[in-house]
């Protein structure tokens, strides 16, 4: 079968970094789907991945997390899958990724992808969806229906996956949200998602929400770099507040003052946890997307795919993996096809 991999890990500029390869023909186990990759999409893992190391791989690896295709074949004890099924997932960072024709995925990870969208579209969710809705409603205490009202959040990097989905979340759960953005036409997007207000990560916050009226927020999500904002983020956030996290600290940070004085609870969110740990509610993945397949279909989710590189090639996933580092992507990327 066809596939992207690498053997090396290289800057993305260098032709070696992501090549073009064939390998065999993975056979299930028993809890997994094999399925017919249709379309797959680039997220930041993507790149943390691939970026430069010095080991070396003895046999091609396989990136890519987020994928929408045909179930193939499934394993001896899978329940609720069939071949022919229309499927999406976000699968785990241990095991050979998407950006292959034919990927293994424990199907407690899967969910029947959304109907009223194509393949590209479909694989722009998964691992942005799981991110927010466990990050929002399962890590931080609010519930997914009502949980925001009469509440503020703050959501810096609001035009990237995750803030596309967390800001259409969090509207629909009652916050106020308020996005961050640098661009005009980021901050168009985070509008377009669902932001009442949207300020500058380029600018000090306080004072910026301080004009919006916002003296204090009751909760945030910071999407981008947890160091840059830990101090400021401190100080916005009201006493009993609640801060939600998904990027590795670049700095060593200090949990004590204001953090402990307001008792601001502080809370990490990495997806892959559940198929990494293979922890006993791995199916919650599955649950979550067919929730927000239900919610795509019934107009109360957006689709987040803006642009698209077909086909699914070695020189195509080096480009969308150069427009992802360069740190101006908004919305998804994807690419469909081989």
């Not at 990927?103 to 694989?123: G, H, I, N, W």
């Not at 989905?165 to 961050?180: K, P």
Request: a negative charge; one cysteine or more; charged letters at 20%.
């Amino acid at each position: 079968m066809k596939a992207v991999a690498l053997t090396r890990y290289l800057p993305i500029d260098d032709p070696a970094s992501l090549v073009d390869v064939e390998l065999p023909m993975p056979e299930p186990g028993e809890h997994d789907l094999r399925v017919r990759v249709e379309a797959v999409s680039v997220n930041p893992v993507d790149t943390k991945v691939r970026s430069p190391k010095p080991q070396v791989e003895a046999q091609p690896k396989v990136l890519g997390y987020d994928a929408a295709g045909v179930v193939d074949a499934v394993g001896a004890a899978v329940e609720g899958f069939r071949p022919g099924d229309r499927v999406y997932y976000a699968g785990d960072v241990t095991r050979p990724g998407s950006n292959a024709e034919f990927q293994l995925v424990d199907a407690r990870l899967a969910a029947a992808m959304p109907r009223s969208l194509d393949f590209a579209q479909a694989a722009a969710l998964p691992l942005v969806s799981i991110t927010a809705w466990e990050l929002l409603f399962q890590r931080m205490p609010f519930d997914s229906e009502r949980g925001g009202v009469g509440k503020s959040l703050l959501v810096i990097g609001g035009a990237g996956g995750v803030g596309s989905i967390a800001i259409q979340l969090a509207r629909r759960a009652g916050f106020t949200v308020i996005a961050t953005a640098s661009r005009p036409e980021s901050a168009d997007w985070c509008r377009a998602m669902g932001a009442q207000h949207v300020a500058s990560h380029r600018e000090p916050l306080a004072p910026q929400l301080a004009a919006l009226g916002f003296a204090q927020v009751d909760a945030a999500i910071n999407l981008a770099d947890t160091a840059q904002y830990w101090d400021a983020l401190g100080e916005l956030l009201a006493p009993q507040g609640h801060l939600g996290l998904i990027v590795e600290p670049s700095a060593p940070l200090g949990i004590g003052d204001p953090y402990k004085a307001k008792c601001i609870g502080i809370h990490w969110e990495m997806m892959f946890a559940r198929p990494r740990f293979r922890t006993p509610d791995m199916a919650e993945q599955g649950r979550i997307l067919t929730h927000v397949a239900r919610l795509v279909d019934a107009g109360e989710l957006k689709g987040i795919q803006r642009d698209a590189l077909n086909p699914i090639n070695a020189a195509n996933l080096r480009e969308a993996h150069r427009r992802l580092e360069s740190g101006a992507s908004i919305g998804k990327l994807a690419l469909a096809g081989w």
